[in-house]
């Protein structure tokens, strides 16, 4: 793939170039990332998973002539428009998962994709019923073991007629998928019918259910109802791991007015969107999500089985030693700035340690949140965790680094160091 980098006036990503504006906020370290696509690099741990979902999907579902029901896609663009990303989700304006702050954009238009739902709209107006859908997306988030700004996504989605829903129910013909004058509750949506939304509810948790004991092998799972813009009712799905119960995907009924607007207004639908690298932590237990990155033989050469349904029996890596780091700092004064925003969001600075940090960086905390009795000025302290996945590091180079994030947050965020 054409290298990304971020010039002075525009963004050149995956060979297109965006103009900047305002909004823009992508970094040369995430742009790095672009065009990596570990989940197509065979025998990464993460194209391993989406090789056996595939598999999984392929063998299970079979189309009335033997051709298997799910289509795959694996290599749309990461770069989306908001448009993509939100609106054709029935996100609203002003919602909050638009946050400059959450997200990375090129410019105001354009981003790269949050999840990979971004996608729905556009493969159902292509006419596709059944699909399956992988790629990295791109979250500004905070920094430890199960959080990175880059992750992996697989999105499903299938779609019934009336007859597809209905063929296997006893005098089927007479239900319908639709009702005038309905109301929404917390089953429904206005224009269902209750007993077409139980069916693709049954389906929808049927599917994942069957899915997920085919990776994990018996194990215990719960389903906690949740919201989404885009689905209802809405569902998360969590798995035990070591005594904790984790989240490994949203999903839900989807809305009929995206469905409308999608030209499948005939159709009623489920949707969910898994994360590859939380189901690959669980599987092989790898404990820190920066490794799915490593170029480590010892870590990668563990996935390189001849058949992808063999067992893969990782050995966790031992971890180099951690060094750890504080940094404190007075905020810039309070005030909104003048485009309405927030004038120091820890966000941000989670993003300059990253960008300067890059994979050193363990973890982030804030440990000390204090505001000055008299002058109301406010001071937040962080601490650092530095770790090498591959090495021991060396209290030298550590320091060097800190020492660009300190003066980096003076020179780029506004607030004064207490160094
Ligand atoms: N896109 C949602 C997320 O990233 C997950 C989801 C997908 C939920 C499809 C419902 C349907 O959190």
């Excluded at 020179?411 to 004064?416: D, K, T």
Aim: proline residues 5%.
């Amino acid at each position: 793939a054409p290298q990304s980098v971020i010039g002075q006036d525009s963004a050149q990503v995956l060979g297109q170039s965006y103009p900047r504006d305002d909004f823009t906020n992508v970094t040369p370290k995430i742009l790095e990332k672009v065009g990596r696509n570990l989940h197509n690099q065979s025998h990464h741990p993460l194209w391993l998973i989406k090789e056996r979902i595939k598999a999984h999907f392929y063998s299970s579902y079979i189309g009335r002539s033997g051709n298997p029901l799910f289509s795959i896609h694996d290599n749309l663009s990461p770069v989306v428009t908001t448009e993509q990303n939100f609106d054709s989700l029935l996100i609203p304006p002003g919602h909050p998962s638009r946050k400059r702050g959450d997200n990375y954009y090129l410019n105001r238009t354009t981003m790269l994709r949050a999840h990979t739902s971004a996608h729905q709209t556009d493969l159902v107006r292509s006419g596709l019923d059944a699909f399956l859908l992988a790629g990295d997306v791109y979250r500004r988030d905070e920094i430890d073991a199960s959080h990175y700004p880059v992750f992996h996504q697989m999105e499903g989605v299938r779609l019934f007629s009336n007859r597809q829903l209905f063929s296997r129910v006893q005098n089927g013909g007479e239900l319908s998928l639709f009702e005038r004058g309905g109301r929404r509750s917390p089953e429904k949506q206005e224009t269902h019918t209750l007993e077409a939304v139980k069916l693709v509810e049954f389906d929808l948790k049927r599917t994942l259910t069957q899915l997920v004991s085919y990776l994990f092998g018996a194990g215990e799972i719960r389903w906690v109802d949740c919201y989404f813009p885009f689905t209802h009712p809405s569902f998360e799905m969590e798995v035990r791991f070591q005594g904790n119960w984790m989240e490994v995907l949203g999903c839900g009924v989807m809305e009929q007015e995206l469905l409308n607007s999608a030209g499948a207004g005939d159709k009623l639908g489920w949707a969910f969107g898994l994360g590859l690298e939380r189901l690959a932590m669980v599987l092989y237990s790898i404990p820190d999500i920066r490794l799915f990155w490593s170029q480590d033989e010892r870590f990668l050469k563990q996935f390189r089985v001849q058949d992808i349904h063999q067992p893969v029996c990782f050995q966790t890596l031992s971890k180099y030693p951690p060094l750890h780091n504080d940094i404190s700092f007075w905020l810039p004064n309070g005030k909104e700035s003048e485009a309405g925003r927030e004038s120091f969001t820890e966000n941000d600075f989670y993003e300059l340690v990253r960008s300067i940090g890059g994979d050193l960086v363990e973890k982030v905390s804030l440990v000390d949140n204090f505001t000055h009795p008299k002058t109301g000025r406010r001071s937040h302290c962080y601490r650092i965790i530095y770790r090498h996945m591959e090495r021991t590091l060396t209290q030298q180079e550590v320091q060097r680094v800190h020492q660009q994030i300190e003066q980096a947050a003076e020179s780029e965020l506004g607030v004064q160091g207490r160094f």
